[in-house]
């Protein structure tokens, strides 16, 4: 089955900074990448997603980037604020539509 | 805005005793999902539905859980016995992606945490 590696699992940074989190995955069926973001005793929450036939897509200050023939996903946020501060995980999912999720990262913007 | 419902949002048991959470996925969704996550983990896929049908349960342990959803609407997860490794939440999502089609967004719900003694 699909597995999916992310790294690393904690990032610390510094109001206004930027923050990058890296995935693997193994099934090169996969096509649906997307990230979630989970606050402490609540469900995770979709912040962008990429399909496998777009590189890149940004929202604001979120962007993702996509490399098929690696094998790698990338979230990037830029300016991040003390609201940034969470758990992220990606997930992929394609041939069998069953999502699998990395472990996550945990994010911390200090003031 | 349309949202997932689930109840309790904590439970705390004995082991050997049984629990059943419950959910409401947003209305027209026909993918429904079951994850359990382990604190410090991301969600593992316990059983998906679509519509009243179970895609797949591979992941479910079969001898002490088990998940319905009658009428393709809501849906019940049940626990009977309940471990100590069962400790856990328990999220639930929904998805508008239809059978056959491309993988879309999930929806998750708060999840119930559940704690057994």
């Known amino acids: 089955g699909e597995n999916v590696e992310q790294h690393p699992s904690t990032l610390s940074v510094q109001e206004g900074d930027s923050a990058v989190i890296k995935c693997t995955y193994s099934d090169s069926a996969s096509n649906y990448f997307p990230w979630y973001k989970q606050e402490l005793g609540k469900g995770p929450q979709l912040i962008i997603d990429?399909?496998?036939?777009?590189g890149e897509k940004k929202d604001q200050r979120i962007a993702v980037t996509l490399n098929k023939t690696a094998k790698h996903f990338s979230l990037h946020i830029t300016e991040t604020q003390p609201e940034d501060s969470a758990v992220y995980f990606c997930?992929?999912?394609?041939?069998?539509?069953?999502?699998?999720f990395g472990r996550g990262t945990s994010l911390i913007v200090h003031p | 805005e349309a949202e997932v419902a689930q109840s309790p949002r904590y439970k705390i048991t004995e082991k050997s005793q049984a629990v059943a959470f419950w959910c409401d996925p947003i209305s027209g969704h026909a993918t429904l999902y079951w994850y359990r996550q382990i604190l410090g983990q991301g969600p593992e896929l316990l059983v998906q539905f679509q519509d009243e049908s179970v895609v797949d349960d591979s992941q479910l342990p079969k001898d002490r859980f088990s998940a319905e959803r009658l009428k393709g609407v809501d849906s019940t997860l049940k626990i009977q016995p309940a471990e100590l490794g069962d400790s856990a939440m328990y999220l639930c999502?929904?998805?508008?992606?239809?059978?056959?089609?491309?993988?879309?967004?999930?929806?998750f719900g708060p999840g119930t945490r559940l704690t057994v003694l």
């Open positions: 999502a929904s998805s508008p992606r239809g059978a056959g089609g491309q993988s879309n967004e999930q929806f």
């Open positions: 990429i399909r496998s036939n777009v």
């Open positions: 997930a992929s999912s394609g041939g069998s539509y069953i999502p699998t």
